[in-house]
């Protein structure tokens, strides 16, 4: 968009009453032109619109480029893969039927799942999918990510957790999309699952767990 803007010698050259009405000078209410120079501090974006270290895909941004790591706590262990390398453990509706995934481990591990819309109704039906991580053996936590307001991967922040200490399972419940009127939009999602294990990141003679995914609930 082309900005204009008006010199002080453009309003000089119009002759003094119209020189009176436009004041020349600092003002704090002038719109700024695309070619303005401010000679002061611009003020920082509101929270939501800063991006703080990592950008809206979930890359790193001027941090080097590193992927942010899974929040660790109890002596636990980062996954020996990544976000973009996850296991992936299959797709089922999110708001349609009663589908359901499973995925075993020993080790601490990122998987990825897919969540598809297949409700076309008028009346809205929300996505809804529940994690249950039940450890054996060992102590796992449990980590969710999802973009509820547009489809990618998320790698940058866990939507939720479940970090309960010892052999306790740890459940999530994700909810997001339509309200009671469709939306419109296609509401299927990637949805990313850190399990991690207290530890050592791996070791198959000291535990394990398994994950249910639960569709449409």
């Known amino acids: 968009m082309r900005s204009w803007f008006v010199t002080c010698a ?7 009453a119209l020189a009176a009405a436009l004041a020349c000078g600092p003002e704090p209410d002038l719109l700024q032109g695309d070619e ?5 501090t611009l003020p920082i974006a509101p929270a939501s619109e800063r991006l703080d270290g990592a950008t809206r895909d979930g890359s790193a941004g001027d941090g080097g480029g590193e992927e942010a790591p899974v929040p660790l706590a109890d002596g636990s262990t980062a ?3 990544t976000c973009e390398t ?6 089922l509706s999110g708001d349609k039927g009663s589908g359901t995934l499973t995925a ?3 080790c601490s591990e990122w ?3 897919r969540v598809t819309e297949d409700d076309s109704s008028a009346l809205g039906a929300a996505m809804k999918v529940r994690l249950t991580l039940t450890p054996s053996g060992a102590d796992f936590d449990l980590f969710a990510f999802v973009d509820a307001t547009r489809d990618r991967v998320v790698c940058d922040a866990p939507t939720a957790s479940s970090t309960k200490s010892g052999t306790s399972v740890e459940e999530i419940p994700l909810t997001w999309g339509e309200g009671t009127i469709a939306n419109g939009n296609d509401d299927s999602r990637t949805v990313g699952v850190a399990v991690v294990r207290a530890g050592s990141p791996c070791a198959a003679d000291a535990g394990s767990y398994t994950l249910l995914v639960e569709g449409n609930r």
Do not use: C, K, W
């Not at 303005?36 to 002061?40: K, S």
């Open 10 to 16: 453009a309003v000089t050259a119009l002759g003094g």
């Open 36 to 40: 303005y120079l401010p000679d002061g």
């Open 111 to 113: 998987l990825s799942l």
């Open 79 to 81: 996954p020996l893969n």
């Open 104 to 106: 075993t481990g020993s």
């Open 86 to 91: 996850a296991r992936d453990i299959g797709a």
